[in-house]
């Protein structure tokens, strides 16, 4: 089982970037996306449940990120609009086999598979 997250790259403040998480050998339940800046603990961003599609944001995104899934492809996407110099961190991609409760979504401990990270840059 592999995770491979790419698009990340150095954008200047209020641009877009999307990024892609494909998933190799089976589809999961629920995914996630989060993000570490330098010298700061790893948050969460958003998710997405394979079932049914339904979400959950962080209040830092809400608004300006959408999280989607692309069944054909087994691929989750995170389009990140009007980027904001606080927005650089490594993004990770995340997934877990559980279909969680919206509420747990946004709980890192709640996935058992991570990508390998991409760099997310903001200039100001």
């Known amino acids: 089982v592999q995770l491979q997250a790419s698009g990340g790259g150095l954008v200047q403040a209020g641009g877009s970037l999307r990024l892609s998480c494909a998933a190799s050998?089976?589809?999961?339940?629920?995914y996630g996306w989060f993000r570490q800046a330098p010298g700061k603990e790893r948050e969460f961003v958003a998710a997405?449940?394979?079932?049914?599609?339904?979400?959950r944001y962080a209040d830092s995104g809400k608004g300006r990120f959408t999280i989607s899934r692309d069944n054909a492809k087994n691929t989750v996407y995170l389009q990140m609009n009007s980027l904001k110099p606080e927005d650089t961190a490594v993004y990770y991609c995340?997934?877990?086999?559980?279909?969680?409760?919206?509420?747990?979504?946004?709980?890192?401990?709640?996935?058992?598979?991570w990508g390998q990270g991409t760099l997310v840059t903001v200039s100001s």
């Open positions: 995340a997934a877990d086999s559980r279909t969680w409760i919206i509420g747990n979504l946004g709980n890192k401990n709640a996935y058992t598979y």
């Open positions: 050998g089976r589809t999961f339940g629920s």
């Open positions: 997405i449940r394979w079932s049914d599609s339904n979400t």
